[in-house]
Nanobody, 119 residues
Framework: QVQLVESGGGLVQAGGSARLSCAASGSILGINEMGWYRQAPGKQRELVATIFRGGSTNYADSVKGRFTISRDNAKNTVYLQMNSLKPQDTAVYYC?????????????WGQGIQVTVSS
């Protein structure tokens, strides 16, 4: 079992910044990849950014150059630094842990956290 607890977010003005945190606990040694996803009202959940066990990262085109995913292994925490926020970044943001093959479950999700960007 892996537990993911997100924090940060809230209401931010356009052009501003915010940082999301995702603290992982439990069977964290089985985590291959951590990521942030988001879901805006009436839209499907979409990938925002991922960071692999080896440290490589991947970003959605819509956030490249504005968002940065990072991790602190000592704290078992993944961060999403969001700069130059736009109203279209408004969504519920979810943290995801993708597990190694043969894990009891393929992935785990956090409960989600609201980010609202006002114009």
């Amino acid at each position: 079992q892996v537990q993911l607890v997100e924090s940060g977010g809230g209401l931010v003005q356009a052009g501003g910044s915010a940082r999301l945190s995702c603290a992982a606990s439990g069977s964290i040694l089985g985590i291959n990849e951590m990521g942030w996803y988001r879901q805006a009202p009436g839209k499907q959940r979409e990938l925002v950014a991922t960071i692999f066990r080896g440290g490589s990262t991947n970003y959605a085109d819509s956030v490249k150059g504005r968002f940065t995913i990072s991790r602190d292994n000592a704290k078992n925490t993944v961060y999403l630094q969001m700069n130059s926020l736009k109203p279209q970044d408004t969504a519920v943001y979810y943290c995801k842990a993708e597990m190694a093959p043969f894990s009891p479950r393929p992935d785990y999700w956090g409960q989600g956290i609201q980010v609202t960007v006002s114009s």
